[in-house]
């Protein structure tokens, strides 16, 4: 059985976020937007992560302004944002009307495929999500479709077997998800349980599975492979000039691989190649502003030796560092896995890796298991992340967090519609409904931007005034 397979091209996503911190600008995008809009990819990865706060904190830069930008200079491929469940695209829990509300108008502005995820697997916290695509599908200007696509976080533990995949994905599909991710977002899964996982899940569930790598340890290529012959349908790769690396595997090796095979993409290398050209330049320009290190590009195998994520030893490495105890990194590693069984097992990726490896480098470096606790364990403890994969032993609880009361319901049942009090607060800034989400979402660095945005204009007004007076600025 053998089929062709589709492309998701990641350079306006995750690449750069993953490459050089999420710092490529619209202007550097939309010059080459027309190009990549004719490759026929199965759609083109451009919006949240962490685009959306990187727009407002860093580049001055309108995230729904860009997506409308995007939307109009690429009528004809599906767009991708990526979305982290009830954490929208920050770093907390947010209220249900302000989920269904941020879903509407990112479907409104032009985003097909939403791919949503929660750091823990907990399905609940993808649920408001999902239930928001299913009611806004019909909100879709483009006339190509919007596509509920639900996350399964690949991780590798005792309890993370192909059986619990299976499930978590036939769970998503019952829920409404049309298509299966499999996000291996630290380069976690080897070539072949990709192919024993992707055959599993083909067999389990009637819908397309989209598979999401890395390349920081090596192996993101043979995982493609091996997935392919697995029957996957669709992957993520980056151009050349942001690809590999912490990045996806790169999008031209892959189209000269399968071409002439029965998994041919059908794209035209050639022509992909003329517009990655565009992109060496964006490179050079992230490179020369320190966003993008030469150590992004490097194969950082740790990942395969101690199962987590690479950016995660690094961290536990500066923190040791700090503390004046390198001797106590052996040691520290060794607590690392013995701190997330503790803890139910989450999966290690951000926020939840740095929590495991903050309470380990304590762990040791007081001589006592849990004598001091950081708040975020804590809070993982009292169930304010979410359902864990497995239930936390009572003697590591009442160690932890002592009778405090946990929480078993979705962490978001505890939080009251907060829309409307967000507009009332933002009030003289708004300038478009979307103004509210994005307040919503990050106020602080909002208001600093709608500040901005508002000086910037009446900058603009006095100056156009001094044209009425006879005086060209030199800027125009
Ligand atoms: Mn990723």
């Known amino acids: 059985m053998t089929k062709k397979v589709q492309l998701t091209e990641t350079i306006l996503r995750d690449a750069h976020q993953s490459q050089a911190a999420t710092r490529m600008r619209i202007d550097e995008m939309l010059p080459v937007a027309g190009k990549l809009d004719e490759v026929g990819y199965y ?3 451009c919006w949240g992560g962490a685009t959306f706060d990187s727009c407002l904190r860093f580049l001055n830069e309108d995230p729904w302004e860009r997506l409308r930008k995007l939307r109009k200079a690429m009528p004809k491929t599906k767009l991708q944002m990526l979305l982290r469940g009830q954490n929208i695209l920050g770093y907390k829990h947010y209220a249900d009307d302000v989920v269904d509300e941020f879903v509407k108008k990112s479907i ?35 006339g190509l479709g919007v596509v509920c696509e639900a996350t399964l976080c690949y991780t590798v533990s005792e309890v993370h077997t192909r059986e619990y995949f299976v499930n978590l994905a036939k769970e998503l599909v019952a829920m409404g998800a049309d298509v299966i991710c499999l996000k291996d977002m630290a380069n976690l899964l080897l070539p072949y349980e990709t192919y024993e996982l992707v055959k599993a899940l083909k067999e389990a569930v009637d819908c397309p599975i989209h598979l999401h790598t890395h390349n ?34 790169a999008t031209e090796p892959i189209i000269a691989t399968l071409a002439g095979t029965p998994y041919d993409t059908g794209l035209d290398l050639g022509y992909v190649t003329e517009i990655a050209e565009h992109f060496k330049g964006v490179a050079e320009r992230l490179t020369k502003d320190g966003f993008l290190n ?15 994520p690479g950016g995660m030893l690094s961290n536990l490495m500066n923190q040791l560092k ?43 470096l ?79 660095v909002a208001l600093k931007f709608f500040k901005y945005r508002q000086a910037n204009k009446m900058n603009l007004d006095s100056e156009i005034g001094d044209v009425a007076n006879g005086i060209q600025p030199v800027w125009l």
């Open 43 to 45: 759609s083109i990865e």
């Open 108 to 142: 409104q502005n032009g985003i097909n495929v939403i791919r949503i995820f929660d750091a823990l697997n907990d399905t609940r916290n993808m649920k408001a999500c999902i239930d928001a695509i299913l009611k806004y599908k019909n909100e879709d200007k483009s």
């Open 216 to 249: 920081t340890a090596g192996t993101g290529n043979m995982i493609y492979i091996k997935a392919i012959e697995a029957g996957v349908d669709i992957i993520d790769t980056a151009l050349a000039p942001m690809g590999n690396g912490t990045s996806q595997p």
């Open 294 to 308: 030469k150590k992004a590009l490097q194969t950082d195998v740790k990942g395969l030796i101690y199962q987590v």
């Open 322 to 364: 700090e503390a004046n105890a390198m001797d106590k990194y052996d040691e520290v590693l060794a607590e690392v896995p013995r701190v997330r069984a503790d803890l139910g097992y989450p999966p290690l990726v951000t926020p939840s890796s740095q929590i495991v490896g903050s309470q380990a480098v304590l762990n040791v």
């Open 366 to 444: 007081s001589g006592e298991r849990y004598k001091m606790v950081t708040k975020e364990v804590k809070g993982i403890v009292r169930g304010e992340y979410g359902k864990l994969p497995v239930e936390i032993k009572p003697d590591i609880v009442k160690k932890i967090i002592g009778d405090e009361e946990r929480i078993t319901c979705r962490p978001a049942d505890n939080i009251g519609p907060e829309l409307e009090k967000y507009r009332a607060e933002i009030k003289e800034y708004i300038e478009q409904e979307e103004d509210v989400l994005s307040y919503a979402l990050f106020p602080q």
